[in-house]
């Protein structure tokens, strides 16, 4: 048998493939929450991209890699717009964040407003006029091994590779990202030191918003091109679990991402070599996953909760201070 | 503009703005509404009339609130100590299991045996579902958040197996077409919950249940001293820990009455409204995500509660008998979602005081203390 067929070299690039948008996510949320603002909002945020993505792909004619690159980037934009509510309520109104990251949620998600607009735009039933395919890099797809996991993949999944570079670049080698940092550990002191506390949040819980629904327009774009309410079952919250493993580090949420792409994949790779269990055990992996390893993070070694923004989750009010 | 914190809340407002909130909130949605040519008003007078007024309406609104009145409770319990129990809907989904479960042990029991062991299912399996991230927070300091909320998919999942993809103990094998198209074990007709005819309506029994629930949690809360340690550990858990409260036993316990409470809101489904453990119907309901809003627009009063959970019930009830064509499906999701938007807006006016104008300097302090009691407010 043809090595690439194995199954380690099926399930990593498969894990690659349904982890590309929980990096996505991750990463923006990410960012977010370095200003200090956490967003429960990214389920609702990812479906808006989604629906919207979907939506404009039946809409736009033209080359294919033209139509994809407008439809995620509209996918994005219209997440951005619903995350800007989040953003006034919590940084301008000094709202409480749990409760109106998930008011986001209730809003844009599964029974919400994307649901709202698959349906006025009867999107169900559909298959994507333009979809991600996978794309053979410089004719490397057929090399043992590394081929299928690292030169078989779609646009995005490169695309992805390069936003957790350009994260981890602008955390940590730039001005701007260095006051983000200051902003969400001591935003007293980065007043102090003239950096506008609102402007940052609200830039980078925007930011937050565009990646999410990129990573929502992977749904229906790439993994399953149609539209299903509900339709990325979960990611948004596996999302901001995956920030909190990778300890508010870019480079780390690849490693969570995929591994979490492992849990969504494995149902499917080994159905298709005649193992038969139920679908709902492999389909609760992910999220039985995901509360075991939030349990292996939050004790022990990692107890002092390594990395956390210090002012994750407070308003920052300068009278207050 | 301007925005000062206020020392205390003037009474009237504190029910004007969740009232406002709901005006606005609807006002915000119509704009959904007119982008995808819909007439907004012919839509809300058509909600409420279904949700209140048509015949039969409020006997349906009824059986819709009664399961939210509970999630509500059980949010609004867990929110009040900042303990963020998001998993209402999961809790919900066990407590009817177990329900539906302990009703078709005990089918040849007499109707009050079977309803009691129904009531007493659901708080069990739903206070137990609950524990399992009560006990991660308690003793691991695991974010409840992400536990309770991935434990809701599972959950999901597990209503899934029990129906569509085993033998299982809830699932009718008795006819060849019930094998052929999945369906739950029908809870015999003494297992039906009685319901009381009060003139304008039909208020099934779990309602009743869920408002004596409601004055009792009230009681609870403020007269007991596991309720004062729960508030104490709400309001400032350094300060509970130094009044040396055993702060791991007060999360678990709280994390537990609230599961046990959204689990009774799935014993209500069940024996008012389904009596058949039916996946998809629960699924699609989304009555432990609503009860969330209904504890944020209620403020936590458990009061409160009751009434917002008849108004939102109206919605999400009306919501389901109009869902067509001309009543886009999610329009009931954006409508929720605005009205927690605006509630938490409205947060604003109740905390600060908004003055537009001139800034005026302040009087000097020990003058406002000089001018005698009435000058002095607030702790």
Redesign the interface.
């Known amino acids: 048998m043809n090595v690439n067929e194995s199954i380690v070299v099926v399930l990593a690039a498969s894990a690659i493939f349904y982890g590309t948008p929980l990096v996505f996510a991750a990463v923006g949320e990410l960012l977010a929450e370095r200003s200090g603002v956490l967003n ?1 909002g990214v389920e ?1 945020m990812m479906l808006m991209g989604a629906v919207t993505a979907f939506w404009a792909v039946q809409h736009l004619s033209g080359p294919d890699w033209l139509a994809l690159m407008l439809a995620t980037l509209i996918g994005g934009a219209a997440a951005l717009a619903v995350s800007t ?1 989040h953003a006034i ?1 919590v940084v301008g ?4 964040q ?3 990251g ?3 949620t ?15 735009a009867r999107l169900g039933g559909k298959p994507a006029q333009h979809e991600f395919g996978a794309i053979n890099v410089i004719g490397l797809a057929d090399v043992p091994v590394l081929g299928p996991i690292l030169f078989h993949q779609n646009a995005l999944v490169y695309g992805s590779w390069a936003l957790v570079i350009l994260a981890l670049a602008y955390l940590y080698r730039t001005r701007t990202g260095l006051h983000l940092r200051s902003v969400g550990e001591s935003p007293q002191t980065a007043d102090v030191m003239g950096v506008n506390v609102a402007r940052y949040r609200y830039a980078h819980t925007l930011a937050g918003g565009l990646l999410a629904g990129i990573g929502g327009a992977y749904f229906s774009l790439a993994i399953t091109p149609n539209w299903i ?1 509900g339709m990325t ?2 990611a948004g ?2 999302a ?2 995956l920030v ?1 493993f990778a300890f508010w580090r870019p480079e780390l949420t690849l490693v969570g991402a995929y591994l979490f792409g492992i849990f969504s994949s494995l149902g499917f790779v080994l159905q298709a070599r005649q193992v038969h269990l ?3 055990v492999f ?2 992996l992910p ?2 996953m ?2 075991v390893v ?2 292996v993070v ?2 022990g070694w990692a ?1 002092q909760r390594l990395g956390a923004p210090a002012a994750l989750g407070t308003p920052y009010v300068r ?2 201070r | 503009m301007r925005i000062e914190r206020r020392l205390t809340t003037p009474r009237w407002l504190a029910l004007a703005v969740p009232v406002a909130s709901l005006v606005a909130a609807f006002a915000a949605s119509s704009v959904v509404l007119l982008a995808a040519g819909k007439d907004p008003i012919a839509i809300y007078l058509r909600l409420f009339d279904r949700a209140f007024f048509a015949s039969g309406a409020l006997t349906s609104t009824f059986v819709t609130a009664t399961p939210l009145l509970l999630t509500g409770l059980a949010a609004a319990a867990a929110f009040r100590m900042r303990l963020w129990n998001i998993g209402g809907e999961g809790q919900l989904y066990l407590g009817a299991v177990g329900a539906s479960g302990v009703g078709l042990v005990l089918r040849d029991q007499s109707g009050i045996v079977i309803i009691a062991g129904m009531i007493l299912g659901g708080l069990f399996s739903g206070a137990a579902w609950a524990v399992i991230p009560g006990l991660l927070r308690a003793y691991f300091n695991t974010n409840e958040i992400i536990t309770t909320l991935m434990l809701n998919y599972v959950a999901s999942l597990l209503l899934s197996y029990l129906i569509f993809d085993s033998q299982s103990f809830w699932r009718e094998l008795s006819t060849f077409s019930a094998r052929a198209f999945p369906q739950g074990k029908v809870l015999p007709d003494a297992a039906m919950w009685p319901s009381f005819n009060i003139g304008i309506a039909i208020v099934p029994f779990g309602l009743v249940v869920g408002i004596a629930v409601a004055a009792l949690w009230w009681l609870f809360y403020g007269s007991t001293s596991f309720g004062f340690k729960a508030r104490v550990l709400g309001d400032s858990p350094s300060a509970a820990r130094y009044a040396g409260i055993q702060t791991r036993r007060v999360v678990v316990a709280m994390m537990a009455l609230s599961g046990a409470l959204a689990g009774l809101g799935g014993a209500s489904e069940i024996g008012d409204f389904r009596h058949v453990l039916d996946p998809r119907g629960l699924q699609q309901a989304g009555l432990g995500y609503a009860g969330i809003v209904v504890a944020a627009l209620a403020r936590y009063n458990p009061y409160a509660v009751v009434v917002v959970a008849v108004l939102l019930g109206g919605l999400a009830n009306a919501g389901y008998s109009l869902q067509g064509p001309d009543f886009p499906a999610g329009l009931v999701g954006v409508l929720q979602g605005m009205i927690l938007f605006f509630a938490l807006g409205g947060e604003l006016l109740l905390r600060y005081r908004v003055t537009f104008g001139a800034r005026r300097a302040a009087p000097p302090r020990a003058l406002s203390i000089a001018a005698g009691p009435a000058g002095v407010s607030g702790p």
């Not at chain 1, 109104?93 to 409480?96: D, G, I, K, V, Y």
């Open positions: 429960l609702g509510i309520l109104l000094r709202a409480n749990i409760v109106s998930l008011a986001l209730i809003f844009a998600g599964g029974t919400g407003l994307s649901s709202y607009i698959g349906n006025v309410d079952s979960g919250w596996i901001i679990a909190i139920p679908p709902e389909a609760s999220y039985v995901t509360v939030l349990v939050s004790t107890k009278e207050e």
